[in-house]
C-alpha cells in the first residue's frame, strides 16, 4: 500500500511526465576559427535591424527571425536584406528559451558565420561560435570584434577563458577570414 503523500507525489511526477514538452538534447560541436571560415556559407558583418520571434511549423518551439542590414560581406554574399534564424525567442507573450542559443537585439553589430542546409534560412555555424560581437572601442576609437566566450582549442576541446581569445579591429578580422580562404 503506498501513503496517500507518496502517491500524490507520485501522480504529481506522472502528470508532469506526460504534460511536459519531449527534451530535446542541443549538442554543439566545437570549432575552431579556421572551421569556421571553411564551413560558413557565409561571413558577414552587419547590423541587427529586426528580430521577430516565429513559432515552428510544429508549434513545438520559438525561433527567432532575424533580419539583417548588411555592412560587408567577407565570404559569400546572401544579397541586400539576409535573414537569419536563431533557436528560441518570444512571440505572443509565450518565451521559448534555449540552453546555450545567442539572443541578438536590435541594432547589435556582429559578424556572423552563417551556414544553410537546402532551402532553409540561414543559421549560425555552431550556434553561439558563429557570432562575433563588434563594439566600438573608445579608446582607440574604432570597432573590435569580440569572439564567443568559448573557444575551440585545434584538438576539438573546448577551453574557457583561452589565453589567446583576445578582440581584434574589424580590419585585422576581416584580413584572417580573407587571409584563411587564400590559403585553402
Known sequence: ?????????????????????????VVV?????????????AVVYARV??????????????DSVIALEPLKYFKGDLGDHP???????????VINVVPGA????????????LTAHGPAIPTTL????????????????GLRVTPPPLKASAAGRIIRGAANRH???????????????AAR
Open 1 to 25: 500500500m503506498i501513503a496517500p503523500r507518496a502517491a500524490a507525489i507520485w501522480c504529481a511526477v506522472a502528470t508532469a511526465g506526460v504534460l511536459a514538452p519531449s527534451a530535446e538534447a
Open 29 to 41: 560541436v566545437p570549432m575552431t576559427f579556421e572551421e569556421l571560415v571553411d564551413e560558413s556559407l
Open 49 to 62: 535591424a529586426d528580430v521577430r520571434g516565429q513559432w515552428t511549423s510544429d508549434r513545438r518551439a520559438i
Open 83 to 93: 535573414i537569419v534564424r536563431l533557436p528560441g525567442g518570444e512571440t505572443g507573450g
Open 102 to 113: 545567442p539572443t541578438l537585439r536590435d541594432g547589435d553589430l556582429v559578424v556572423l558565420f
Open 126 to 141: 555552431g550556434l553561439g561560435q558563429g557570432i562575433f560581437r563588434v563594439v566600438r572601442d573608445a579608446a582607440a576609437g
Open 167 to 181: 578582440s581584434l579591429t574589424l580590419d585585422a578580422f576581416e584580413s584572417a577570414v580573407r587571409e584563411l580562404r
